[in-house]
T-cell receptor, first 114, second 113 residues
């Protein structure tokens, strides 16, 4: 029943590890996004995919690699985790590209790097 | 480049009082504006959005916002708040043709009994 879901909800890991976050949407949307929310609650877009094609890639370290196996899924893999990667990562989706379409957000994945 | 400024980081208010959360944007092109709410430990939920047409936009939970082009503002209002409105509120502008949301820093609304 959930529109945009993310797993895991919480992730605690050591510096240097590699981890993945998964996102799935059952809304039939074409476009998916990853946002990062830092400790001060500031939200910034990281990536966007439209029909499995990367269309937005903000100045994110290349340790972060998104992958979209199909339109309903957008995963985020992070290599060599650093302390500064600790944040809440939100997945979102929207129906089409452009036109002011509403973005629907997942519940977030709280990543803590020790 | 487009940007969003939320003028208040925190707004304390008593229950049943009116509230206004302020948002200013900068953009050289037509804008699409949004207000999202984030309850503790949850994702973001759309309150309302302005795309075109009437400058007064009504949203969920009794919230409304007014788009003012001359003042480049999109302030959020509610005539009477409830304890359950305690949350973080984010104003955002849509950038370019790729649906990139540019968020303000957020305003923490704290409703007290």
């Amino acid at each position: 029943d959930t529109a945009v879901s993310q797993t895991p909800k919480y992730l605690v890991t050591q510096m240097g590890n590699d981890k993945s976050i998964k996102c799935e949407q059952n809304l039939g949307h074409d476009t998916m996004y990853w946002y990062k929310q830092d400790s001060k609650k500031f939200l910034k877009i990281m990536f966007s995919y439209n029909n499995k094609e990367l269309i937005i890639n903000e100045t994110v370290p290349n340790r972060f690699s998104p992958k979209s196996p199909d339109k309903a899924h957008l995963n985020l893999h992070i290599n060599s985790l650093e302390l500064g990667d600790s944040a809440v990562y939100f997945c979102a989706s929207s129906q089409v590209l452009g036109g002011g379409e509403t973005q629907y957000f997942g519940p977030g994945t709280r990543l803590l790097v020790l | 480049a487009q940007s969003v400024t939320q003028l208040d980081s925190q707004v304390p208010v008593f229950e049943e009082a009116p509230v206004e959360l302020r948002c200013n944007y900068s953009s050289s092109v037509s804008v699409y504006l949004f207000w999202y709410v984030q309850y503790p430990n949850q994702g973001l939920q759309l309150l309302l959005k302005y795309l075109s047409g009437s400058t007064l936009v009504k949203g969920i939970n009794g919230f409304e916002a007014e788009f003012n082009k001359s003042q480049t503002s999109f302030h959020l209002r509610k005539p009477s708040v409830h304890i359950s409105d305690t949350a973080e509120y984010f104003c955002a502008v849509l950038s370019g043709g790729y649906n990139k949301l540019i968020f303000g820093a957020g305003t923490r609304l704290a409703v007290h009994p």
